[in-house]
Each structure stands twice: as structure tokens, then as C-alpha cells.
């Protein structure tokens, strides 16, 4: 299985899931089962590592993103991963737009997985401290659910 998270810049939001999501994968003892990897639909920030703020939210719960660089998702990333899953709406509607009539890549919004159908993980970029806080509990509920869901169905 593949699991691709998608966010705007790729720096905030998707690399924050990247990360949470890896640990998760880790404790539930399916590392090796699952591949993930973070995009983003813009390509602002190619090249850069997380914002400090998602670093540091991220680091307080013993997770390291210093290692992530953004990339742009490209159509490529149809054929290669199973889930490609965006974090807001927008984000759907910009893999929506780049998805290939023909892929089998299942589509969605992450929040899905938290019980959650419809809602939005929000964009913390241009607020304060407790916004990144605030994403990073809506993705540790996301990938626990995404967790049940993988097991259940693969
Ligand atoms: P992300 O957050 O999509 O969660 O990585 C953002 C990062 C940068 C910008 C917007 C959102 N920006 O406008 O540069």
C-alpha cells in the first residue's frame, strides 16, 4: 500500500501527517506494509523543509519532520499510489483536476478516516502557535483511523 498526503505548500500540513502517520504505522507494527510520502499543490515552497512552527508542534510529541523537503504532486503520482488523500477541499478539487481519467488511486479528504466525512484539516500557515496544534490533533485522530481502515479493507 501507498499512501500519498496532499496540502498546499507542503510544509505545513502534509509533511505534519507524513510524520504522525509514519509513527503510527510504526507502533501498529505495519512499517514495512505501508509507503507513504507528503506533496503539496502548489510549488511555492519546492526544496524547503516544514515550517519551524510544524517542526516544533511536531518535535514536542517526539516527532522529527527536519528531513522532509516539499515537492509539487504530479500526475506520476496516480499511477504509483493507492491513496492520495488532500487535507482541504481545495486540495481535493487540485488532485481531482490532476488525476488521470484511468487511475485507480483512491481520492479523498483525510479527515474521512477521523469519522469525520467532509471536514477540513485547516490551513495554520498565516495564524498562531495553536493552530499547528490544533492540526496535528485532527491528523493523530485522521491516522489512527486510517490505520483501522487499512487493516480492515487491505
Ligand atoms: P500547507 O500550508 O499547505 O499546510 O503546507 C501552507 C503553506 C504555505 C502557504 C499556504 C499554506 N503559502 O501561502 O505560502
Redesign the pocket.
Known amino acids: 500500500m501507498k499512501v500519498l498526503f496532499v496540502?498546499?505548500?507542503?510544509?505545513?500540513?502534509?509533511p505534519t501527517a507524513e510524520g504522525v502517520f509514519r509513527r503510527a504505522l510504526e507502533q501498529a507494527g505495519l512499517a514495512d506494509e505501508v509507503e507513504i510520502d507528503s506533496c503539496?499543490v502548489?510549488s511555492?515552497?519546492v526544496g524547503k523543509a516544514p515550517?519551524s512552527r510544524a517542526q516544533q508542534v511536531a518535535l514536542c510529541r517526539g516527532i522529527d519532520l527536519s528531513g522532509l523537503r516539499a515537492r509539487q504532486l504530479n500526475v506520476q503520482d496516480f499511477a504509483e499510489f493507492d491513496y492520495v488523500l488532500g487535507?482541504d477541499q481545495d486540495n481535493l478539487r487540485a488532485i481531482c483536476d490532476l488525476k488521470p481519467a484511468n487511475s485507480q488511486a483512491h481520492v479523498g479528504l483525510f479527515l474521512d478516516f477521523a469519522g469525520t466525512p467532509g471536514a477540513e484539516v485547516p490551513?495554520?500557515?498565516y495564524g498562531g502557535d495553536e493552530g499547528f496544534e490544533n492540526v496535528l490533533n485532527m491528523i493523530e485522530a485522521a491516522s489512527n483511523g486510517l490505520i483501522q481502515h487499512l487493516k480492515r479493507e487491505h
Open positions: 496540502c498546499l505548500g507542503n510544509i505545513c500540513r502534509s503539496g502548489g511555492w515552497h515550517d487535507m490551513d495554520p500557515y
